[in-house]
Structures are given as C-alpha cells and as structure tokens.
C-alpha cells in the first residue's frame, strides 16, 4: 500500500501517460490501417504490392527493434528533435497498423459480394465504392478482432517506458531500481493496466450492441 | 469477396489513370528512399568503415553468440509454453470448480498483463542474476496462457460425439483427454499454435530490457562499443541485425502457412459412408 500513496504523484502521471500513448497511437493505428487496407484492396498494382510489403514487413519485426530504429534511425533521418514520446507513439501505431490492416482487409471480404456488384454496378467508383458501401458494412465485422488489437496495443505500450517514455512500466522500473518491494509494485501496475484494457473491451461490447442490427 | 469485385476491369481512360498513380507513388517512394539514404550517408552512416566492422571476427562471434542466446530463450519458452498450456487448459476444463477456477484465474490475470512487466518482475524480485530464465520463464507464463486458450478452442471443437464414444468405450478420463481430445484439437489448431510461437519469437527481444544478450541487446552494445571515425556505428548494426530477426520470424512464419496448406491438402480424417437414401415405401399400398 505504502508504495502506492507514497508515490501516487508518479504513479497517476504513469498512468496518464499510458493512456495517452496508447489514444495516440491507436489513432495512427487506424488511420493508417485502414489506408492501407484500402491500397491492398486498389485496383493499382504497385498500391497493392506497397500494401502487402508493408504488413509483411511490419508484422514479422519484433516491436521492440521497431522502438530501436525509431530511437536510434529515425532523429539521423528525419526531423532530429523529435521527443521520445511521438517517436514511441510513432514506432507502435505503425506496427499496430500492419495488424489494423489485416483486421478490416477480412472484414472487407465478409460484405456480400452483391453489395459491391451493386455499388458498381450504380457506376460508384472504386473509392466511393469502398468509402460508402463497403467499408461501413465491414465496420460491424471488424470491431471484435479490433478490439483486442487495441487491447494488445495498450500492452505494448509498456515497451516505451523502456525507451524513457513517462508510463506505467517506467514508474515499476522507477521504483524497484528505488529499492521497493518487486511483487506490491507489479500488482499495482498490473490493476492499472487491468483497469484500462476492462475499459477498452467494455467500450467495444458498448460499440458492437449499438451497430447490431439484425440479419 | 475478392478484392477484384470492388472496381470494373479498368479501361484505356483508367489504364493511363493507374500508370500516372503508378509513376507518382513510385517516384515519390523512391524519393524518400533516397532522401533517407542520402540523409545517413550525410551523416556518415553508410562509409564503408562503418561497416567493414562486421569483418571482425569478433563481431561476428558476437552476432552468433546473439543469434544462439535468441534461439536458447525461444527453445525453452516454446517448450515452456507448450507444457504450461496444456496443464492450464487440463486444468480449465476439469471437472473440480476449485482448479478450474484457479486456472481460470491464473490465464485472465496474466494475458492482460503485459509480457515485459511480467518478465520485468520476475528478473528483479526472483532471479536478478538470471537474466536468460527470467526471460523465459516470463515468456512461458504469458504465452501458456495464450496457447491454453488457443487448446481449449481446439478442444471445443472436437465433435462431441469423440468425447462420448471414448468414455463408452471404459477410457478413463486423463485417457480420453491426452488420446482423444488433446491430438485432434492440436492437430485443428496448428496454425494458430505455431503462428503463437512465431510471436513468442519476436517477444524474446524483450530481453532487450532486461540485459539479457540476445540479439537486440547485442546490437546495442556493438553499436555503442565500436567507435568508427568518432560516430557510433548505429545504423548498419540495426540493419544487419534486424535483418536477421525478420528473416527468422518470415521462415517460422512460413513454416505456419505451410504446415496450414498441408493440412487443408491431407485427409486423413475417416470418412464416414454416406448414409443411403431411405428406401422408397409405397405409400399407396
């Protein structure tokens, strides 16, 4: 109990920190996965091809070589004063993306075929196929399997607590290396992380009951 | 739906559209490539000092040291995990409520937990010393329950009649369990298993953290022990290193896909005779 009140300070900055990491990043998740779905699915080749390249090479890089290049690689490349934080945020919203992709790409295939037939047939073109016919039917599909792509999302978030971002595995590593008992410490972080993960599948069951409709 | 439903066969106007969105994309790819290459050349990431360093058999025993650290802490937390999740979900699907629930418990505490604060708690408070168990065991832990829920889906879905013929044939019950139900729900769920395994592959980088000299690890510590022309050698060590960590993950990735075609292709399983159609009755008679 001690090691919480005596440094609950610390403790609600990690947590807060955590949170934010994770909003961000799920939001460069999603953009950028459901772009990139859209190029896998484009009538252009070379779209198609960045598409497949993209997740291939996402989705078979450990995560934390991801943290690696975007501390060490990227500030050599690109714009050398970016903050630990947005290159953390960068670095796990890209690798989720790869996973976002995937999700909505079998989504995409789920929507009946003669939904798109139709939509062409209506002479709607491939964007304003996929954008009003075929993305928003395969949103219901996609919400169980996203839902636990962001709940992995928020446990990898961890990993930038290692690369000096404010968060709650940063405050664990604060504190052991503080000399404080291991096993309080990793329950404390553990019921925070338990708290936010109960609050993003109890959003998602929320987000499944209102877009139910019945087939 | 394939993806080819979504647009019409493109014709002469949307053939020269896709060439132009073809030259654009590239060109503006290429570009960044080159504005990255040129950035790191630039900084003198990409002289050839930097990286005649993997010429040093040093080096190079390092990076094999590194690959067979990676492999010696996946070896034991596949293995780990494995026999973890088969306990675990033996125990989930027993018949007492005390042992069901504590398995119950043990798999939804540490699958919402992340990996790196387990493992982190395990090397600080119990083997501070002992960086490659705690690596494994953290692994073990967090990917047993995963692969005992990838098991009792496989379990479930086993027809209910295998189950029933085994115990009206006298199996007691670990036998209808371990030669019954357990061979045929790996066999359904091989893909997931090994795609779980490729995960646990790419999470022994979390040793990262923890000092345990695996690949990352080793990557850092050449980087930031060899100094070439005053600059630290950063950019071809992660390259080189991260090149041999995907090529890894891609061929037990691979091995998934493979092993996933296989299985569609073999049928093995008895077909049962189909049943003959009910012999006509006159009705009329």
């Known amino acids: 109990?001690?090691?919480?009140?005596?440094?609950?300070?610390?403790?609600?900055?990690?947590?807060?920190?955590?949170?934010?990491?994770?909003?961000?990043?799920?939001?460069i998740a999603?953009?950028?996965?459901?772009?990139?779905?859209?190029?896998?699915?484009?009538?252009?080749?070379?779209?198609?091809?960045?598409?497949?390249?993209?997740?291939?090479?996402?989705?078979?890089?450990?995560?934390?070589?991801?943290?690696?290049?975007?501390?060490?690689?990227?500030?050599?490349?690109f714009f050398p004063g970016m903050s630990a934080y947005v290159l953390a945020s960068l670095a796990l919203g890209l690798y989720t993306s790869s996973f976002v992709c995937?999700?909505?790409?079998?989504?995409?295939?789920?929507?009946?075929?003669?939904?798109?037939?139709a939509a062409r047939s209506l002479g709607m073109s491939f964007s304003q196929t996929l954008r009003l016919i075929v993305l928003p039917q395969a949103t219901r599909t996609v919400i169980p399997p996203l839902s636990s792509i962001i709940i992995a999302l928020t446990k990898n978030s961890a990993i930038a607590g290692a690369f000096s971002v404010t968060e709650l595995f940063g405050w664990q590593k604060a504190l052991s290396d503080q000399g404080y008992a291991i096993v309080p410490i990793f329950l404390w972080v553990a019921l925070g992380y338990l708290v936010i993960t109960f609050a993003i599948s109890g959003v998602f069951r929320l987000l499944e009951r209102r877009l139910e409709v019945a087939r | 739906m394939s993806a080819s439903v979504l647009y019409d066969a493109p014709g002469p106007k949307a053939v020269v559209r896709n060439r132009i969105y073809t030259v654009v994309g590239s060109v503006a790819v290429v570009a960044l490539i080159v504005f990255a290459v040129l950035r790191l050349k630039d900084k003198g990431q990409l002289e050839?000092?930097?990286?005649?360093?993997?010429?040093?058999?040093?080096?190079?025993?390092?990076i094999v040291d590194a690959i067979v650290a990676t492999l010696k802490a996946f070896g034991l937390a596949a293995v780990g995990s494995l026999v973890l999740g088969v306990v675990l979900v033996v125990g989930r699907l027993s018949d007492h409520r005390p042992v069901r629930w504590v398995a119950a418990t043990f798999i939804e505490l540490f699958r919402s937990i992340p990996l790196l604060i387990t493992i982190y708690a395990i090397w600080v408070g119990f083997l501070p010393n002992d960086s490659m168990w705690a690596l494994a065991i953290g692994l073990s832990v967090y990917n047993g329950c995963v692969q005992a829920e990838v098991l009792r889906a496989g379990i479930?879905?086993?027809?209910?009649?295998q189950r029933e013929?085994?115990?009206?044939?006298?199996?007691?019950?670990?036998?209808?369990?371990?030669?019954?139900?357990?061979?045929?729900?790996?066999?359904?769920m091989l893909p997931t298993i090994i795609s779980q395994l490729v995960v646990t592959l790419k999470d022994t980088s979390l040793g990262y953290i923890i000092l345990y000299p695996e690949l990352l690890q080793t990557a850092r510590l050449i980087a930031s022990n060899t100094q070439v022309n005053g600059d630290y050698p950063y950019v071809p060590t992660i390259i080189v290193i991260g090149t041999i960590y995907v090529s890894m993950c891609l061929l037990l990735a691979g091995l998934a896909t493979w092993i996933e075609k296989r299985g569609r292709r073999a049928k093995t399983g008895?077909?049962?005779?189909?049943?003959?159609?009910?012999?006509?009755?006159?009705?009329?008679?």
Do not use: H
């Open chain 2, 156 to 161: 479930n879905s086993v027809p209910a009649g």
């Open chain 1, 102 to 117: 995937e999700a909505i790409r079998s989504g995409i295939s789920t929507v009946p075929l003669g939904q798109a037939e």
């Open chain 1, 30 to 77: 999603l953009v950028l996965g459901v772009i990139i779905a859209g190029f896998r699915v484009s009538p252009v080749p070379p779209l198609r091809f960045f598409g497949t390249a993209w997740v291939t090479l996402l989705r078979n890089t450990p995560l934390t070589l991801l943290f690696l290049v975007a501390t060490f690689v990227v500030p050599l490349v």
């Open chain 2, 165 to 188: 013929a085994a115990y009206a044939l006298g199996l007691s019950k670990t036998q209808v369990m371990m030669s019954v139900l357990m061979p045929q729900a790996v066999r359904a």
């Open chain 2, 48 to 62: 050839s000092a930097m990286w005649d360093i993997f010429n040093y058999s040093g080096i190079r025993q390092n």
């Open chain 2, 270 to 285: 008895i077909d049962v005779a189909p049943a003959a159609p009910p012999a006509p009755t006159d009705l009329s008679a």
């Open chain 1, 1 to 27: 109990m001690n090691v919480l009140l005596d440094n609950f300070s610390d403790f609600r900055a990690g947590f807060i920190g955590t949170l934010s990491i994770t909003a961000i990043s799920t939001v």
